[in-house]
Protein backbone atom coordinates (compact mmCIF):
# COMPACT_ATOMS: atom_id res chain seq x y z
CA UNK A 1 0.00 0.00 0.00
CA UNK A 2 1.65 3.53 -1.06
CA UNK A 3 1.75 5.62 1.23
CA UNK A 4 2.49 9.91 1.49
CA UNK A 5 2.70 10.92 4.94
CA UNK A 6 3.14 14.59 5.81
CA UNK A 7 5.12 16.18 9.29
CA UNK A 8 6.29 19.31 10.73
CA UNK A 9 3.25 21.94 10.42
CA UNK A 10 1.95 23.78 12.89
CA UNK A 11 1.60 27.19 14.39
CA UNK A 12 3.84 29.80 13.72
CA UNK A 13 4.59 33.85 13.75
CA UNK A 14 4.59 35.73 10.64
CA UNK A 15 8.77 36.05 9.75
CA UNK A 16 8.94 32.56 11.62
CA UNK A 17 9.97 29.13 9.92
CA UNK A 18 8.59 25.66 9.40
CA UNK A 19 10.17 22.22 7.86
CA UNK A 20 7.80 20.21 6.02
CA UNK A 21 8.34 16.49 5.61
CA UNK A 22 6.69 13.69 3.38
CA UNK A 23 7.94 10.23 3.82
CA UNK A 24 6.91 7.98 1.17
CA UNK A 25 6.19 4.02 1.81
CA UNK A 26 4.88 1.05 -0.45
CA UNK A 27 6.73 2.05 -3.61
CA UNK A 28 10.46 3.79 -4.37
CA UNK A 29 9.45 7.66 -5.52
CA UNK A 30 13.18 7.98 -6.97
CA UNK A 31 11.95 8.54 -10.77
CA UNK A 32 9.13 10.77 -9.59
CA UNK A 33 8.47 13.66 -9.57
CA UNK A 34 7.21 15.27 -5.69
CA UNK A 35 5.83 18.45 -4.89
CA UNK A 36 3.65 20.60 -2.25
CA UNK A 37 0.39 22.00 -3.06
CA UNK A 38 -2.15 23.90 -0.12
CA UNK A 39 -5.46 24.87 0.19
CA UNK A 40 -6.46 27.70 2.40
CA UNK A 41 -10.24 27.80 3.15
CA UNK A 42 -12.68 28.42 0.82
CA UNK A 43 -9.93 28.62 -1.83
CA UNK A 44 -8.91 25.62 -4.48
CA UNK A 45 -5.67 23.92 -4.07
CA UNK A 46 -2.50 25.73 -5.56
CA UNK A 47 0.66 24.39 -6.44
CA UNK A 48 3.41 25.59 -4.01
CA UNK A 49 6.91 23.60 -5.56
CA UNK A 50 7.89 20.36 -6.69
CA UNK A 51 11.12 18.86 -7.35
CA UNK A 52 11.73 16.30 -9.89
CA UNK A 53 13.54 13.29 -10.83
CA UNK A 54 16.80 15.34 -11.54
CA UNK A 55 16.36 16.92 -8.90
CA UNK A 56 15.37 20.56 -11.18
CA UNK A 57 12.52 22.69 -8.59
CA UNK A 58 10.02 24.81 -9.38
CA UNK A 59 8.14 27.25 -7.42
CA UNK A 60 4.84 29.33 -7.49
CA UNK A 61 5.75 33.17 -7.82
CA UNK A 62 4.33 33.72 -3.90
CA UNK A 63 7.01 31.45 -2.59
CA UNK A 64 10.09 31.95 -4.36
CA UNK A 65 13.07 33.30 -2.26
CA UNK A 66 11.23 32.00 0.71
CA UNK A 67 10.72 28.25 0.44
CA UNK A 68 12.71 25.49 -0.22
CA UNK A 69 11.58 21.77 -1.44
CA UNK A 70 14.82 19.18 -1.23
CA UNK A 71 14.20 15.17 -1.76
CA UNK A 72 16.39 12.24 -0.42
CA UNK A 73 15.90 9.54 -2.75
CA UNK A 74 17.64 7.03 -0.35
CA UNK A 75 15.24 7.75 2.83
CA UNK A 76 12.23 8.22 0.08
CA UNK A 77 11.23 11.91 1.52
CA UNK A 78 10.83 15.27 0.41
CA UNK A 79 10.89 18.04 2.51
CA UNK A 80 9.81 21.80 2.41
CA UNK A 81 11.69 24.22 4.65
CA UNK A 82 9.87 27.18 4.78
CA UNK A 83 11.18 30.95 5.81
CA UNK A 84 9.43 34.02 6.24
CA UNK A 85 6.31 32.73 6.70
CA UNK A 86 3.30 35.17 6.16
CA UNK A 87 -0.45 34.48 7.42
CA UNK A 88 -1.37 34.59 3.81
CA UNK A 89 1.08 31.25 3.93
CA UNK A 90 -1.73 29.85 6.27
CA UNK A 91 -3.56 26.49 4.73
CA UNK A 92 -3.19 22.77 4.83
CA UNK A 93 0.07 21.63 2.71
CA UNK A 94 -0.46 18.13 0.79
CA UNK A 95 2.34 16.29 -0.13
CA UNK A 96 2.03 14.09 -3.74
CA UNK A 97 3.49 12.17 -5.96
CA UNK A 98 4.08 12.21 -10.02
CA UNK A 99 4.76 9.11 -12.07
CA UNK A 100 4.46 10.28 -15.26
CA UNK A 101 7.79 12.27 -16.12
CA UNK A 102 6.11 14.20 -18.91
CA UNK A 103 3.56 15.79 -17.48
CA UNK A 104 3.43 19.53 -15.88
CA UNK A 105 4.75 19.23 -12.50
CA UNK A 106 1.97 22.20 -11.50
CA UNK A 107 -1.42 20.22 -12.07
CA UNK A 108 -2.60 18.61 -8.86
CA UNK A 109 -4.00 16.79 -12.03
CA UNK A 110 -1.35 15.29 -12.70
CA UNK A 111 0.08 13.49 -9.79
CA UNK A 112 -1.19 9.87 -8.62
CA UNK A 113 -0.74 9.81 -4.83
CA UNK A 114 -1.73 12.41 -2.25
CA UNK A 115 -0.52 12.91 1.41
CA UNK A 116 -3.39 13.55 4.42
CA UNK A 117 -2.48 16.98 4.48
CA UNK A 118 -0.78 19.09 7.50
CA UNK A 119 -2.28 22.46 8.93
CA UNK A 120 0.02 25.27 8.65
CA UNK A 121 -0.76 28.61 10.61
CA UNK A 122 0.99 32.01 10.12
CA UNK A 123 -0.10 34.33 12.87
CA UNK A 124 -0.12 38.02 12.37
Known amino acids: QVQLVESGGGLVQAGGSLRLSCAASGRTFSSAAMGWFRQAPGKEREFVAAITWTKTTSYTDSVKGRFTISRDNAKNTVSLQMNGLKPEDTAVYYC??????????????????WGQGTQVTVSS
Open 96 to 113: AAKLNRFSTVVASANYNY
